[in-house]
């Protein structure tokens, strides 16, 4: 709480910046600050003058009239694996993702465009014309069966309108906006805690455990793909949604074709403008290649269909305090700056922190401590800060200067180059706990119990600093630990035995080489074949693959060729051995090339390409002279045609299961 001198001359700034905003915007037609952030600022104003309201005057704004699973659920393996849209936010990041399809093709597109619902994905699997079972994403391969709750919604038929011997479904529940506001006043009325948005409400009303409460939420849904069909598929995504409606689903009627991107653009700004009348909640569009063909084509990344991208509306801005600045150290060393807010609710989340990014931002955007910013939050991206309210500036705010040091950490350097700064001393303790922690997790050697608090604890008494002596810990040193009973040593010990086998992927992932994550330690694995073929590789050899840069092949090389990381490397296998998985399923596929097409019926695309590479062979997208055989599935694509004008071998996935026994 702050003293009425102070919030007297708070409120005078606010007024005057507030009515400039006003006058921007109504009388001369200009685009000011976000109306979001102005709300911000106007709701301050609000609660300092309900503090204080010998302060409030007649002329005061405030014064103007103004019109993961639960136990309680089954999990469920996804037969039709679940993927998550890439997401851009303006004009030119759309028209680069048009660039990128058309580059792919070498042909222009057409698109659908469909509203992006905040709301839940569900996944519904009919058979023989009945509903069977609702499922939600869960991590895109496994969810939770909700089937029961599902039933409840009186949107999602039970029965199909016409008999399909199987049919999978995809859409999004949600709670109508009047509905929400009904179900929050009555909570209120009953002392009740407010629920923060209609998503997480709908979320959480599909996972409920008893059907009966769901039943009273009034959840509505949308159904917008087919992700598998028994008979024919749609050649095109606007044929789907309208076999969609034929089936009995609720379909959004805001759908459009749009013959190029500039179409695209003009129904994003439509629904920006239109979406506050809409009775539900949206935060952008879902932009879709329409041609299935071509979507098959271009395929999906380690993460996202490169077909389809969700084109988001500005993201919700609020005005806050910066009461301060933090620095934060990567498991690379480098350093970013990290803003500590007032804390403030946007999107639905208290937001208390926010990313400055660099030295060059915080220039640009001259932010100071004790400065009135404007933060902008986007779905689940960390809010950023992205201006300054610099006519509140209070006298005294102070200039964010980088350290030439930082206490326990060291002397820091601005990487040549580059906006970053990072530690001089790569073997600094806090970044090594950082590497170690990121060793243990979960998509590296996933050590169960061994988390950041853990590896503090161990590295503080002296008992771990490589990577290697995790594998050397001794039950009578943990013991003298701190809060660490026997039993929990005895698990701890047990999940680090565990993880003494592990593939290469997961190994690579582990060692922290600068860009190297899960997708590209894959496919080194796949390329390579063994760490020792990828410690001897030259960056000609890993540029010569597709998909490596010059600046990927060289952190690559240099960190293997590194004298200490090669000693690492060298202790920690003579405490853990690499999974040699092609080895022990086989090389049944060795040196054969694969293309798949249509839907498979026993596994999904992904999980097949997984069979192919883990037997030895190869996975392409594109059907060539060089294609050993073409995998068809149900309702195949062009590339089922290029292989009989090529003469390649077209097979079932029952032939192809079959090979890759042998």
Not at 370 to 394: F, Q, S
């Amino acid at each position: 709480m702050i003293d009425k001198q102070q919030a007297k001359e708070r409120i005078e700034k606010l007024r005057q910046v507030i009515d400039h905003e006003r006058y921007l915007y109504h009388v001369l037609d200009k685009e000011g600050m976000s109306q979001e952030a102005l709300d911000s600022l106007k709701h301050e104003l609000f609660l300092l003058e309900e503090q204080y309201p010998d302060l409030i005057t007649a002329d005061s704004p405030t014064q103007r009239v103004a019109g993961e699973p639960l136990p309680g659920f089954k999990k469920t393996s996804h037969k039709i694996a679940q993927w998550s849209f890439n997401d851009v936010f303006d004009e030119e990041e759309i028209r680069r993702f048009d660039k990128r399809v058309e580059k792919l093709l070498d042909q222009r597109v057409e698109y659908l465009s469909e509203l992006k619902f905040d709301g839940f994905k569900i996944i519904l699997t009919y058979k023989d014309g009945l509903l069977v079972q609702g499922a939600t994403r869960g991590d895109g391969k496994m969810g939770e069966d909700v089937t029961a709750n599902i039933k409840t919604i009186e949107t999602i038929p039970l029965r199909l309108k016409k008999d399909i011997k199987e049919l999978i479904v995809e859409g999004e529940v949600l709670i109508f906006k009047k509905d929400f506001l009904a179900i929050n006043e009555g909570r209120k009325r009953k002392g009740e805690a407010l629920f923060a948005n209609p998503r997480n409400l709908a979320a959480g009303s599909v996972r409920q455990l008893d059907p009966r409460l769901t039943a009273k939420r009034h959840l509505q849904a949308f159904i917008y793909d087919i992700g598998y069909i028994s008979s024919d598929m749609p050649d095109n995504q606007l044929a789907e949604l309208e076999l969609l409606k034929e089936l009995g689903f609720k379909v959004n009627p805001h759908f459009a074709f749009c013959s190029d991107i500039e179409a695209v653009i003009d129904y994003w700004k439509k629904w920006q403008e239109k979406s506050p009348t809409l009775p539900y909640q949206v935060d952008g569009v879902v932009v879709k290649v329409n041609n299935r063909s071509f979507q098959e084509k271009l395929g999906y990344t380690g993460k996202a269909p490169r077909y389809a991208v969700a084109f988001k509306f500005p993201a919700e801005e609020k005005t806050t305090i910066l009461k301060d600045i933090v620095f934060q150290v990567g498991r690379q060393g480098v350093i970013t700056p990290v803003a500590v807010l007032e804390p403030v609710r946007v999107a639905g989340s208290l937001v208390s922190r926010a990313t400055l990014h660099n030295e060059d931002e915080i220039k640009r955007l001259d932010t100071r401590i004790g400065d009135t910013v404007i933060i902008r939050k986007a779905g689940d991206v960390i809010p950023d800060i992205v201006a300054v309210v610099k006519e509140l500036r209070p006298a005294g705010a102070k200039k964010i200067t980088f350290p030439k040091k930082i206490a326990d950490w060291g002397e820091i350097e601005r990487i040549p180059g580059q906006a970053a700064y990072r530690l001089k001393d790569k073997d600094n303790k806090e970044q090594k706990k950082r590497r170690l922690a990121y060793f243990a997790s979960k998509g590296a050697f996933n050590i169960a119990g061994l988390g950041p608090k853990m590896i503090d604890l161990l590295f503080s008494n002296g008992l771990i600093e490589e990577y290697y002596d995790i594998f050397r810990l001794k039950k009578e040193d943990l013991l003298t630990l701190p809060r660490l009973a026997e039993k929990s040593v005895d698990n701890l010990l047990e999940a680090i035995d565990r993880a003494r086998r592990v593939t290469l992927p997961r190994f690579l992932v582990a060692l922290s080489i600068p860009e190297v994550g899960e997708e590209t330690a894959e496919f080194l694995s796949q390329s390579f074949g063994s760490l020792e073929k990828i410690m001897k590789a030259g960056e000609e050899d890993f540029i010569n693959l597709s998909g490596i840069g010059p600046v990927v092949a060289g952190n690559i090389v240099s960190w293997f060729q590194d004298e200490n990381n090669r000693k690492v490397v060298k202790e920690l296998l003579k405490e853990v051995k690499i999974k040699d998985e092609r080895k022990k399923k086989g090389n049944t596929l060795n040196g054969l090339t694969f293309v798949f097409t249509g839907v498979l019926e026993k596994m999904s695309r992904s999980q097949a390409e997984k069979l192919v590479k883990d037997r030895g062979g190869k996975v392409s997208s594109q059907v060539s002279s060089q294609t050993s055989f073409v995998v068809s599935g149900a309702n195949p694509g062009s590339k089922e045609k290029k292989a009989e004008e090529l003469g390649v071998k077209i097979i079932s996935e029952e032939d192809f299961l079959n090979l890759s026994q042998k």
